[in-house]
């Protein structure tokens, strides 16, 4: 199956060359870059989130293979609904699902279902995908998204097994947890709330940053994904995480009376 793009045109562009002018305006590929494990990358509209998640991508080296795990922001059946093959189709290329590794997952973690139609409708993956394009266009991709539903145990179990499939597997994988930070708060209160939670992340503390996001009412979308990253991450070896940049919507609206947060943080 080939999942076609759901946001091209309103999340960003829909034509190849406008798209690629649009990447090169956010992604430095001359930056200084460092072995990631993990990046966590936000996903709204480039105009809003480009920068960070250009930021992000552009510290790190990009491998061959990318396990991207992202918030359901529609009600899906499995808990975790995963890909296991075919490709992704943006404007700028076409990826694919790497099967071999989409299987070592799904076997690992019984919370994992084969669900290509849970990401029909979805941009939580979509909009990191060209981002990862531009810097490796030979790149393969194992989409995994998390239900709201999900709740830590389960998101360990999940963690755990993205973790042994990778080492199983024995190729450099890059894992991205895409994620949004607070939503429709003044700026004031998205630096306070995001940086709490944003501190978890830096500490990598995945059952931290569920219980923080929890207790400090944090709309954090994607804290599932990042937390199931943050215990791969840790069962990969993981040292240290580092906040590549933040900002908000407000930058690009002008509007600092509600505000989107965004965070691009490097784990390795």
């Known amino acids: 199956m080939t999942r076609k793009p ?10 190849r060359e406008a798209l690629r002018e649009t990447l090169a305006g956010m992604v430095d590929p001359a930056a200084a870059k460092t072995k990631a494990i993990a990046l966590v990358s ?3 509209g480039y105009v809003y989130s480009g920068p960070v998640a250009g930021a992000v991508f552009s510290s790190a080296e990009i491998p061959g293979v990318a396990v991207i795990l992202g918030p359901a922001h529609r009600e899906i059946g499995p808990l975790f609904a995963i890909q296991a093959g075919g490709r992704w189709l943006t404007p ?3 990826s694919p699902v790497d099967e071999a590794l989409a299987a070592r997952i799904a076997a690992a973690c019984p919370l994992v279902e084969d669900d290509a139609r849970a990401h029909l409708l979805e941009h939580s993956l ?5 981002f990862i394009q531009y810097l490796r266009g030979d790149i393969s991709i194992v989409p995994v998204l998390v239900s709201h539903l999900a709740g830590y145990a389960e998101l360990e179990t999940l963690g755990r097994a993205v973790a042994e499939s ?4 024995g190729r450099e994988t890059l894992i991205v947890a ?10 004031r209160t998205a630096e306070k709330k995001d940086m709490t939670a944003v501190r978890k992340v830096l500490d990598l503390d995945p059952a931290g940053l569920v219980e923080t996001v929890a207790s400090e009412g944090i709309s954090m979308c994607g804290f599932q994904p990042t937390a199931a990253a943050l215990v791969a991450s ?22 600092y009376a ?7 943080i490097r784990i390795s």
Request: glycine share 12%.
């Open 166 to 169: 990778i080492r199983a597997d």
């Open 6 to 15: 759901y946001v091209a045109g309103q999340f960003y562009p829909a034509g």
């Open 234 to 255: 840790l069962g990969l070896g993981a040292v240290k995480a580092e906040l590549i940049r933040y900002a908000t919507s407000g930058e690009a609206s002008g509007n």
């Open 42 to 44: 936000p996903h709204a």
């Open 178 to 187: 895409s994620t949004d930070m607070s939503h429709y708060v003044s700026q």
């Open 258 to 264: 509600q505000v989107v947060g965004y965070a691009g």
């Open 126 to 130: 979509e909009v990191q995908l060209p």
């Open 92 to 94: 700028l290329a076409e």
